[in-house]
Structure formats: structure tokens, C-alpha cells
């Protein structure tokens, strides 16, 4: 399970021109499933997730999480991060999960962080997706489950 997260401002995705999903300050997830990812990794990632302090506190230092700032959430699926680019110029997706187990997992995975108690959009599992956001920072970070 791979998951990038970008601290932002705002974000939002449209699918066929409609806002399907929109967040004012928090987290936009690009949430990637791969082949021997399972309902434990997705609680890690959740787990982490939640409480992951990367936003500033008075002095300036990276001290706050999610919750803290009552921030939110917008999860998008995003195969495309399940190839490594170690081989080749074409990139290959079959370290990805198939489709139907993705999507099972990504629903796990948002129902964990709402139960967080953190408001969490989500984009359309396997649309065509037009994503907006302003990174905050910009703050980026990659993880791996």
C-alpha cells in the first residue's frame, strides 16, 4: 500500500465536470493498493495517517496533526503509484491490486480515517478524475505499508 500525502490549503476533484469531492484545509491522499495489501495495512496506514504531525504550531514547527487542526480530508485511488520506475519508459501497473479488491480496500480505508472522526471526500474508485488542490508548503510525503 503506498499513500502520497499533500498538506494543502484547499482541494477538490470533478468527474464528467462535477465537483464530486471538496475539503477546505487538510490532506490530499493519493491511495495506492498493491497485490499482498490487506485490511492490517490499511489499518497502519490509517493509524499513521491520522496521527501524523505535519502541521505547524506557533513556533513554526511541524508539531500538529490532522485532528488537532480539525483539517480534512480528500482521498483519491491512484493505481498509477504501484510502478517504481526502476525498468523501462513505459510505466507497468502489475504490482497494482485488481480493481474489485482495490476498491474494497479503499472503501476500509476511508470508513477507518471517517471514524477518526475526520471528515473525509473521496474521488469516484476507477473515474476519470480531474483533481485541483494548493499544496501548503508545499509539504509532500510518500509512504509505504
Known sequence: MKVLIQRVQNASVEVEQKIVGKISKGYLLYVCFESLDNYEKVHSAVEKIAKLRIFEDEKAK???????????????????????????????????LPPNEAKILYRKFNDELAAQDLKVEKGRFGAEMKVNSLNDGPVTFFLEF
Not at 490532522?66 to 498509477?80: A, H, P
Not at 519508459?89 to 502489475?94: A, E, G, V
Open 62 to 96: 511541524m508539531n500538529y496533526n490532522i485532528t488537532q487542526i480539525k483539517g480534512e480530508i480528500l482521498s483519491i485511488s491512484q493505481f498509477t503509484l504501484s510502478w517504481d520506475g526502476k525498468k523501462g519508459h513505459r510505466p507497468s501497473f502489475d504490482k497494482s
